[in-house]
């Protein structure tokens, strides 16, 4: 995995692991804990009968695991410090069904001198097996 | 105990009903599992201080589908469409964390309605973890679905 640098110019991409939204990860993040004789709980992300019912076409993962997975980018790019200071603003633009594809991406947009640091800003997305983005926002991170 | 009102019907400056919870080592291994998030940061304390709360597991646990006061009718969803999220400190496996909720706008757009809560996590020592800026939008029940425009 490429690692932006204090040499990142402005253009270059660096992505996360690709991760799949299996129906097994979907339970376990949004099916309830601890798991027990009614788990999963059945909701729009994790029932497809709950989901038609609220008027979405099939289960929709929850956003809060792409978020998940641009947080661990984030970590990968810039050190857990980045739990320190770390912002994002996000949008999800794309419902994500089982069995669909991520991959977490960011392209640096801004490089600041802060002193003997350097803040970069990004503009990150999750995109999916077809390349259309589902999450897209922007995050800060200094290095 | 007052009967719940759905979500929807909060108005600017109410709040939900606030959540506590103590992550412990398994409900961490469970998220870790769900976002393939095989760091040892999540799973081994290092130098005295326990393993960090898996973020996805913190942003997850402070939807607003969690407060206890949180009621929509039957057929009727919360949906995520946007927000800024900043971090403070790590959240520390083990430590109770309390989650608070305030209405802070409510609009509309292409008659759809967006409701706006800013969400914190505060550990039982006082240190903020983070601090959310949600954006929900509502579908099914009294609103259209995700298809209609």
Redesign the interface.
Known sequence: MSKITKDSVIGDEVSGKLRTVSLERINCFSGGYPKGPNWPAKNIHTDLEAARQCGIDTRAASGAMFEGYLVDLMIDQFGEEWLNYGKMNLAFIKIVDKDYTLIPKAVVKAKTEKGSRVEFTLEICCEDQNGDKVVVGTAVGVV | MSEKKRIDLYQVGEELEPLEFCVTP??NA??I?????Y?P?YEKAAKGIPA?V???LL??NS?V?RSPSFKVD????A????????????ARVGKKLKVTWKVIEYYERRGRPFQVVDTWIVDEDGTKILRRIITDTF???PY?????S
Do not use: S
């Open positions: 398994e409900w469970q998220f599992e769900a976002l393939e998030a760091y940061r960090a898996v973020p996805g942003i997850a939807n589908t039957p057929g009727m969803a949906v995520h469409t946007k927000e800024d999220v900043e971090f403070f400190n790590p579908m099914g029940g259209k679905g995700a298809k209609e």
